[in-house]
């Protein structure tokens, strides 16, 4: 019988009786870091494990490592429209005329240019964007007409209308942050009349810990509760070797007592155990390149923030001064200190009662490169640095302690790519991607071993054990927008079109349906996709998934049958 790798997430450390436990399930622990256990054992000992199962319940959530294994020796294709089609039920509900006709879908995006308009016609395609300067100092944000240049939303909307070429478009220019909020706001007050919205945008910076309690998640959930299903691009953060962005989870660990996080525990070398490699490749050309860090920890439910001068034992000992630091490592092996690229925020700030100030629990640091090579991040926990600041301050210093912490890293680089030493592929998402209301979607690509999950695309669980993607869609779809052979557009950016394209075909057969209920049809029809490349199924009820593919892909026609019935 082959073995497999998982990854648990565990309520509590793990105890003795729970390695037992295991042992008598045929299962091996391999490695445990707090609350992360990896263990390996027989595929068969793990079905059926997952937030349902009762026969672990100290296991929060159950992430395969399969596809760590696999990621780099699969080939991946594009796969042409009339394929496209085939796969997932769109042809046969096209025949019976059913078309997007009627249906209004928005498209949030960096910005567009004037295609599918030209395509389809200026009374189907509608360019809105947000204003904030108003030459009459009105009230703002206001919608106007008109689109940013960016050809990242045009193929979006392009991958939509080869599934529903009869529908109306609303396509929404945000290409700042405030710029998403306010159309959120606006699709959820009603301002923008849409049926079903699509967006595959992203913010870097870490607002929440992957649970779901950021602002652009929270504005997500109320434009689905408006009435609106909103299908979002999960990300691309899965992929460690030669990508543009990464990701790293871990629970801080300091086995040597240097205030600095273990990326090897046990390691012999401290260089090998404190620092974690960021290989950047060689570029082309003469643009700018950037390496950008951000770390944020599970320190959100606790907000460092002076009040009426007096703080609570629950605020102290919540608190905790994380920072994170940059070097180069040359060719012969000499770490070269770089004192100026840091992240050294005091997250204690506001215990000076002079002003009211808000600390997130998030670093920040950035880099304009000017070579390629290895370049290496240390994490410090710097919190009881600050006793002598609580002293000063008349303020018991026995409230000040460490406390594990679970980090999130990402990691981004414009015009190069890098390959992230220990990258971690579960819980992978970031800000909306972990909303509760909005369907997250992943990315397979088409290869000689059927639908695989693409390398890249990101995996839950949510930091609370929610399933994340809900489904995944092809990628690599052809569009006229990109110059090429074949000319092709990739990532989770095409695989959330496809999925709005998918639902408002189901939404031109019934308007009155609801999200809820519109996603209960597409996780009954989906086809499951697990085992092989994919991974091992876990149960939640009767449905069979797992953190990689989510529920599965969605058939259309499948859908379209259960809604008849």
Known sequence: MPEQEYMFRTTDPITKEQQQELEQLGITLVAAVGNTVIVRGPITSFAGLGPDDTTLPWVESVTSQLELSVSGNTNYYWIDTN?????????????LGINGEGVRIGVIDAGFTSDLA?????????????????????????????????????????GIASIAPEATFYLMSATTYVDRKALLEFVAEGAVDIDVLSDSTYYAVPEDHNDGRGELALLGNKVVESGVPYFYALG???????????????????????????????????LDRNAMTITVQPWEGDDPVYLR????????????????????????????????????????????????????????????????????????????????????????????????????????????VERAVDMHMYVYTSGASFTLE????????????????????????????????????SRGPTSDSRLKPEFVAPTAYETPVFDGTPPYFSGTSASAPIMTGLAALLLQTD?????????????????????GCNGLCLSHGDTPWNYTVGNGLVNVFKAYQLLRQ
């Open 83 to 95: 394929q496209l089609l085939e796969e997932t039920g769109v042809d046969r509900l096209h025949a």
């Open 511 to 531: 308007p009155s349906l609801m999200p809820a209920r519109l996603k209960e049809v597409l996780v009954n029809s989906a086809t499951s996709l697990c085992g």
């Open 422 to 457: 220990h990258h971690t592929v579960g819980g992978s998402i970031i800000n909306m991607g972990g909303a509760h209301d909005v369907i997250g979607v992943g990315a397979v690509g088409w290869t000689d071993d059927g639908w695989c999950v693409a390398p890249y695309s």
């Open 236 to 270: 691309n953060f899965a992929r460690g070797e030669r990508t543009d962005r990464s990701f790293y989870e871990g629970e801080f660990t300091d086995s040597d007592g240097n205030n600095t996080h273990d990326f090897t525990p046990g390691s012999s070398s401290t």
């Open 118 to 158: 030209k395509e389809l016609g200026s009374e189907r395609v509608h360019y809105l964007q947000v204003k904030y300067h108003d030459p009459q100092q009105l009230a703002g944000p206001y919608i106007v007409e008109g689109f940013s240049e960016d050809q990242h939303g045009e193929a979006c909307s392009q």
């Open 293 to 400: 860090v951000f770390l944020e920890w599970n320190g959100w439910p606790h907000y460092v923030q002076q009040s009426s001068g007096a703080w609570s034992q629950r605020d102290l000992i919540a608190v905790q001064d994380i920072d994170i630091y940059l070097s180069y490592m040359t060719p012969q092996g000499q770490v070269i200190e770089l004192p100026d690229v840091k992240g050294e925020r005091n997250q204690f700030e506001a215990l000076d009662g002079s002003r009211n100030v808000y600390v997130t629990p998030q670093e920040v640091m950035g880099l304009q490169l000017d070579r390629p090579g290895t370049y290496l991040v240390t994490v410090k926990n710097n919190t009881m640095a600050h006793t002598p600041y609580f002293r000063d301050r008349g303020i018991n210093t026995d409230l000040l």
